[in-house]
T-cell receptor, first 112, second 114 residues
Framework: DAKTTQPPSMDCAEGRAANLPCNHS???????VYWYRQIHSQGPQYIIHGLKNNETNEMASLIITEDRKSSTLILPHATLRDTAVYYCIVRVFNTGGFKTIFGAGTRLFVKA | ETGVTQTPRHLVMGMTNKKSLKCEQH?????MYWYKQSAKKPLELMFV???????ENNSVPSRFSPECPNSSHLFLHLHTLQPEDSALYLC?????????????FGQGTRLTVV
């Protein structure tokens, strides 16, 4: 079972920041938060990940609360090409190593 | 280009056919995965291979048979499938150990069972 909850959909105006929230209240101390996105009918694409510190790369920023029970993915200047399903994932450790378990994700619509 | 290549990209097969999906990764990873994505559903983890050994089988019907001959290749053999098995099948790879590593996905095989 997925360990995260996300809103099913969000809208964002082109050029504005898109802030996508995620709750992961049962996260364990050794579990990382990952974000992926999936454009229609393509494979998921890695965006960013973090453990407890905020992270930034060329695609996005990740803000993790101090208690690690929630996080926010920020796309600073959304474009039409950012329209996709965004998955917040806690990478779960089980027999054989870590696995990436997906939830339903948030469908982000970027509008002109 | 993620370094994970899946073939074919599209496949149409009858319910009595036998076909195989292929996945190849050039990333030096030791874990490989098969996921199924049906219409309007989240990705479902099907199989996990770690160092060429199957470490997880998530209650997948026996008409799906995975094979991992080496750490770079993963197959999914299909036989006597049902129309409800039509979906996007995704392969991924990652390092075996450690939570601090992302999974890289292929572009998927769009399977249609007729």
């Amino acid at each position: 079972d997925a360990k995260t909850t996300q809103p099913p959909s969000m809208d964002c105006a082109e050029g504005r920041a898109a802030n996508l929230p995620c709750n992961h209240s049962t996260i364990s101390g050794n579990e990382y938060v990952y974000w992926y996105r999936q454009i229609h009918s393509q494979g998921p694409q890695y965006i960013i990940h973090g453990l407890k510190n905020n992270e930034t790369n060329e695609m996005a920023s990740l803000i993790i609360t101090e208690d690690r029970k929630s996080s926010t993915l920020i796309l600073p200047h959304a474009t039409l090409r950012d329209t996709a399903v965004y998955y917040c994932i806690v990478r779960v450790f089980n027999t054989g190593g870590f696995k990436t378990i997906f939830g339903a994700g948030t469908r982000l619509f970027v509008k002109a | 280009e993620t370094g994970v290549t899946q073939t074919p990209r599209h496949l149409v097969m009858g319910m009595t056919n036998k076909k195989s999906l292929k996945c190849e990764q050039h990333l030096g990873h030791n874990a490989m995965y098969w996921y199924k994505q049906s219409a309007k559903k989240p990705l479902e983890l099907m199989f996990v291979y770690s160092l060429e050994e199957r470490v997880e089988n998530n209650s997948v019907p026996s008409r799906f048979s995975p094979e991992c001959p080496n750490s770079s290749h993963l197959f999914l053999h299909l036989h006597t499938l049902q129309p409800e098995d039509s979906a996007l099948y995704l392969c991924a790879s990652s390092q075996v150990a450690g939570g601090n590593t992302e999974a890289f996905f292929g572009q998927g095989t769009r399977l249609t069972v007729v």
